[in-house]
């Protein structure tokens, strides 16, 4: 004779189970979330010292460490023409290490920031302990 079979009943979790695996769930996004943030950040870091890769952007950088200049002053300076000033100037207003003021006629470009100056300050110390 064949047994009948049984109803299977789900097992019902108590309360303070669900939360706190509930929990658990929001804290592995957070923290995953703060590593996915982490990353882009060190992403965006290596992008910014590649900028600083460039010896014509860093004697840029220098030259503007005096005071804002205009494109021809800094092509005159650094011994450059305009055009070759003007390029790398944009690639560092993309990155917010310059910004530009206009001031009559002229475009004015100075660092963005202290930051910029610490950066290149810091940078210099290093070279001169090796």
Known sequence: MATPE???TA???PVATKNATAVKKIASAKKEAAKKKQEEM???LADLFKVFGDST???ILYALMGGPLCVS???SELEMNQSAVSHQLKI????K???NNREGKSILYELADEHVK???EIGQEHIEEL
């Open 6 to 8: 049984k109803k299977k």
């Open 11 to 13: 097992v019902k979790k």
């Open 42 to 44: 060190l992403y965006d």
């Open 57 to 59: 952007r860093i004697r």
């Open 73 to 75: 002053d800094l092509a």
């Open 92 to 95: 560092l207003k993309q990155n």
């Open 97 to 99: 290490l310059v910004k």
């Open 118 to 120: 610490d950066i290149l």
